[in-house]
């Protein structure tokens, strides 16, 4: 066995110190209390209300993965280009991604794991917690708040990636969008800016909706073309808004297939002929191919009912619910973790 298989495994297995160790780094604060050149130890030790021994062990080890440079005499440390990825205030933060996924609630779940795959019932936050994602994220105020957080920190650069997926595809007969959970507006929000031409309308539960201080179409200047509208996509008394394209980004994922039916056969009834629907989610490519979507798919057994799909696997929910699949629209060069598949009504 060569070196490299050895360390290469031994780097898989040890993968949960690094993950803890950067998830401990953002929950003290120490990304947002190192700014810009080198901050001194006791300086961001004595700001955050740390040990000084235990904390300088911890800022080593966030050097040692990339996310601080130490100094060579240990007198201080600054932050790098990954390290601004866990600040508050950077653009792309991925700061809430870590204190989701890291934190006591999905840290828990993954021991279910071999339970589930041995009996077969998906879903360890419910044998955890007693109850669904979503209904826990609801009763939780603590945890909502670091829920909402992520999410707003996965659609920064996954709305990036549907717009290159989207890049090319001609808008021009289209002039009004409808994003089906489409959160507080952030993907819609930017279609907007980039295609004048068009209004849309975001689909949301009132939970979401209330919240006007959250909402980004007046922060992004849209909100004359943009509206937000309170249903329910499981519902099928809630009608949609008659729109010529309707958007769902990583809605698909988190339900069964049933679940999946039952929202794409809504959508379908409420939309006019000509309607346009399109997905954007992490699609599981071949066998040989290493891909992000495989372990997002385990995530998913962990904390919902849903799981990553093949593109025939979207395509054949699309024809139990009578929409026609189109085409698979792909990120340029490959550079995006999420593609497009476009439908149409049959």
């Known amino acids: 066995m060569s070196d490299h298989t050895y360390e290469k495994t031994a780097d898989i297995i040890f993968g949960r110190w690094k993950s803890q160790i950067l998830y401990t780094g953002v929950r003290l604060g120490v990304f947002d209390s190192i700014t810009s050149g080198v901050k001194s130890t006791s300086d961001i030790v004595n700001e955050l209300g740390l040990d000084d021994k235990l904390a300088y062990r911890l800022l080593r080890a966030l050097s040692s993965m990339g996310f601080l440079k130490e100094e060579p005499d240990s007198s201080g440390f600054s932050i790098t280009s990954q ?3 866990l600040r508050k205030d950077h653009p792309q933060t991925l700061r809430g991604v870590i204190l989701l996924e890291e934190g006591p609630e999905h840290y828990a779940i993954w021991k279910h794991l071999p339970a589930m795959i ?18 826990y994220r609801d009763r939780n105020a603590e945890y909502a ?5 992520a999410m707003s ?6 709305t990036n990636w549907v717009l290159e ?10 002039r009004h969008v409808c994003d089906i959970g489409g959160g507080t507006g952030h993907l819609l929000g930017n279609l907007l800016l980039k295609y004048p031409h068009m209004k849309g309308t975001v689909l949301e539960l009132e939970s979401v909706i209330s919240k006007k201080g959250s ?17 329910d996509m499981f519902s099928s008394n809630s009608q949609l808004p008659s729109a010529d394209a309707y958007i769902m980004k990583m809605i698909l994922h ?10 794409l056969s809504n959508v379908y009834r409420s939309s006019p002929k000509h309607a346009r629907l399109f997905i954007a989610e992490h699609l599981v490519p071949g066998p040989d191919k290493p891909h992000f979507s495989k372990l997002f798919d385990i995530h998913m057994m962990c904390v919902a009912s849903g799981k990553e799909r093949t593109v025939d696997e979207y395509s054949s929910l699309l024809q139990q619910s009578d929409w026609e699949y189109v085409q698979t629209l792909h990120p340029h060069q490959q550079s995006g973790l999420i593609e497009v598949i476009e439908a149409r009504k049959s």
């Not at 936050?125 to 979503?134: A, D, I, N, S, V």
């Open 254 to 263: 988190d339900w069964n297939d049933e679940e999946c039916v039952r929202i």
């Open 145 to 149: 708040e670091v829920f909402n957080q």
């Open 215 to 231: 909402l980004l179409a007046p922060k992004l200047g849209v909100s004359e073309r943009c509206s937000y509208v309170i249903g």
């Open 83 to 85: 390290g601004e990825l």
């Open 153 to 158: 920190s996965y659609s920064s650069i996954q």
């Open 165 to 174: 997926a989207l890049d090319k595809y001609d808008f021009s007969n289209i």
């Open 118 to 135: 041995k009996d077969g019932k998906q879903n360890s936050l419910e044998r955890e917690f007693g109850c669904k994602l979503f209904e």
